[in-house]
């Protein structure tokens, strides 16, 4: 039997753990510097190393990396072991307060976005202690922030962090004019939903598409796919619930709320949600989460896929990112209350993120702007990529009724009464779920639907806050100055719904109905992450960073210049995969496939002169022809992926693959998948979607 609460966190460094073990002027220090962000006090360092390093090598610890988020998508760490030579043959287990707080990386072979020349090696690493540290594999993983040796951050953390302080600072304002004085930071957090996908290792390795990009380049659709609904939170396969039991077990021990799991809708495709915590640390978690899923699905005989869209044709998979404001004394900052009518905090809130969606729809597509995530949005699994807000039915009549100056008439009760004696009675939410839409409120949080699966959600969480801070100033100063606080709040209010309200929509975000209504509001519909990489240095985006104290010019153009580096390279490897996909497997498979079929054909007319091949011949001319298509089509992307790597910028270049090389790879796909619906499936070189989706048991 599992002790859950005794196996919970019991490989990390946590507050109850650095409460046991360090001396309480040092806890208190460090716990003040965690707690409210204050500068930690560099004397303390020496005493929480030796105590982190004690306590590790009881948990079987020999060595120690700083564990950090470069511009990668991935995470990075380098070990070093805790040994210290003393003579005579012998060593000790050491590890000092510099140690701990700083690290060196080669910063050179990270992207940098142009912020240094590649010969300028040094970076730095810098220990986060608002984020615990962890045991895991035998190392003692210390989370930190990553920078260049002249200073800019060169990760997802620290920008994140300085968001966090901005959004804390100017709600606490706010909140001090509502008369809280108890409160001492305000801090943003998160839930991140995390979908993905299953599939068999030993298949997955016949499969270089998914091997070398993550997807699926080509397939034709299995006979069955999710359009029975029965996949969608059906009954776990016996694998599959065993992968996911020591999976939770796994994130359990590092302090990891892994709370629900269960099967998605599409084949093979499951989720697994955590509790909220702030938003520093549900980035390092949901990172540390995938990093578990992968390792744990090895153990099993299956491949985690945590691509955006693995299969065309059925469900991708996102990463839904619930967000909200909490005090340290506890409060829910957009929990509406019982009458969030008379809730003139909340609703000074709600209007704040209403103005920040509509103001700042461009920073919020491109935070969720790359390349695989382009095949999810907008099809009839995700949000399109129009950026509105749904409020649901209650908050919307209150938002018309405060615009209009009209009375609010408050619905019915909210009860669900379902008439069979025997089932209970129970009160209904105050909004409905709208899985259409790309921000949803839903209940005491917004729910930010369009981050893709394999992201880190560190860069929506710096927009949301970075944004929410500067509203929040904005209507601070307005309030602080106010002669009638009251009456200057239910105007403030009223104004910012009125001005931004086009924003909201609560309707079918999958509907062409509403691309057409969006673009009636004057709403952006950026449909591919090329459009919304200029967004990020337009001048009131930069402004807005460089205001908050979020990034600077320099550290967002090098940004930019990231995302245009990171599409090109995307998109170039899934090109050149499928040229050699194309040319190695499919097109000698086809070959083989002609001759088997010509060879049947001609052995069926010398035994029966008069037989009817009509059936192959038809095969053999559609398959003569496709070809044909394929070897053509290939030549072709080989030419244009040439020609674009001559192309002077990343820009340019991101460009280039997006408008041109992405249609000749769809091109080529389209002739594969009708090549194998003609093609004998023992002669096939790759596993089908169906065995792909269907084969885990």
């Known amino acids: 039997m599992i002790n859950v609460p005794e196996l919970f966190g019991s490989m990390v460094f946590s507050d109850k753990v650095m409460r046991e073990r360090l ?35 009881e948990k079987g610890a020999t060595h120690y990396t700083h564990w950090f988020q470069p511009l990668t998508g991935v995470t990075a760490e380098k070990h070093d072991s805790f040994i210290s030579p003393v003579g005579s043959g012998s060593v000790i287990m050491e590890f000092s307060g510099k140690e701990l707080i700083k690290g060196e990386s080669d910063a050179s072979s990270f992207p940098s976005g142009g912020l240094r020349a590649t010969f300028e090696a040094r970076g730095y690493t810098a220990w986060d202690p608002a984020s615990f540290a962890f045991v895991k594999d035998g190392s003692l993983y210390i989370p930190t922030a990553f920078c260049s040796y002249t200073g800019e951050s060169l990760d997802n953390k620290t920008p994140l962090l300085r968001s966090m302080d901005a959004v804390s600072e100017q709600a606490l304002r706010i909140l001090r004019l509502f008369g809280d004085d108890v409160s001492k930071r305000v801090c943003s957090t998160i839930g991140a939903e995390q979908e993905y996908f299953l599939v068999d290792k030993k298949l997955y390795n016949k499969r270089k598409d998914l091997i070398y990009t993550g997807r699926t380049l080509f397939g034709s659709p299995a006979p069955k796919g ?90 991708g998979s996102g990463k839904h990112n619930n967000w909200s404001l909490s005090t340290d004394t506890g409060k829910n900052l957009m929990n509406p209350g019982e009458t969030p009518e008379e809730n003139a905090q909340f609703m000074l809130i709600l209007a704040a993120t209403v103005k920040v969606v509509d103001k700042y729809a461009d920073l919020l597509r491109l935070s969720v702007a790359y390349a695989a995530n382009d095949h999810r949005l907008g099809g009839n699994e995700a949000p399109p990529a129009i950026v509105s807000i749904f ?74 806050n970075t944004a929410l801070s500067e509203v929040l100033g904005e209507f601070a100063d307005k309030l602080e100055k106010a002669k009638d606080f009251d009456s200057t709040v239910k105007k403030l209010i009223k104004d910012t719904l009125r001005a931004h309200s086009r924003v909201i929509f609560n309707g079918n975000g999958y509907s062409k109905e509403w691309e057409k209504e969006a673009e009636r509001r004057g709403l952006l519909n950026l449909k591919k992450s090329v459009d919304a990489y200029a967004c990020y240095t337009d001048k009131k985006n930069i402004e807005l960073f460089e205001r908050c104290g979020v990034m600077s010019r320099t550290e967002i153009q090098s940004r930019q210049e990231i995302l245009y580096e990171n599409y090109a390279k995307t998109v170039n490897i899934e090109a050149l995969t499928m040229i050699q996909m194309s040319k190695r497997d499919y097109i000698p498979a086809i070959e083989k496939y002609l001759l088997s079929i010509s060879s049947t054909a001609k052995n069926k007319l010398s035994v029966f002169p008069d037989i009817d091949i ?3 011949k038809s095969i053999i001319s559609q398959l003569t022809v496709a070809v044909k298509d394929i070897f053509t089509i290939t030549g072709e992307l080989e030419a244009q992926l040439d020609k674009i790597s001559h192309l002077p910028t990343a820009c340019s270049k991101a460009n280039g693959f997006c408008n041109e090389i992405l249609p000749i790879m769809e091109k080529l796909r389209k002739s594969v998948d009708f090549a194998e619906t003609l093609t004998d499936s023992s002669v096939w070189p790759v596993p089908s979607y169906g065995e792909l989706t269907y084969y885990t048991e």
């Open 23 to 57: 001396p309480k002027e040092v806890y208190k220090s460090l716990t003040k510097t965690i707690e409210r962000g204050k500068t930690i006090d560099p004397s303390i360092a020496d005493c929480v190393a030796s105590a982190m390093k004690e306590w590790a090598i």
């Open 226 to 315: 999710q359009e029975m609904d029965d996949h969608y939170y059906g009954t776990l396969k016996t694998r599959v619930s065993a992968f996911m039991h020591e999976l939770e077990q796994t994130l359990w021990t590092l302090g990891i709320v892994a709370k629900t799991k269960h099967n998605e809708a599409a084949p093979s495709q499951h989720e697994l949600a955590p509790v909220f915590v702030s938003s520093n640390l549900a980035v390092d978690q949901n990172v540390l989460m995938m990093d578990c899923m992968k390792k744990t699905a090895e153990k099993y005989g299956l491949v985690c896929l945590l691509h955006e869209k693995p299969f065309k044709g059925v469900n």
């Open 391 to 464: 409020v649901g039915d209650d908050l919307e009549a209150i938002i018309t009724s405060i615009i209009d100056g009209t009375a609010y008439r408050k619905s019915k009760d909210g009860v669900m009464n379902l008439h069979v004696p025997s089932l209970p009675v129970f009160k209904k939410d105050n909004t409905d779920r709208n899985r259409t839409s790309p921000f949803a409120f839903t209940g005491n949080k917004f729910e930010f639907r369009m981050p893709g699966s394999s992201q880190n959600v560190a860069t929506p969480n710096i927009v949301l």
């Open 614 to 616: 009509s059936v192959e």
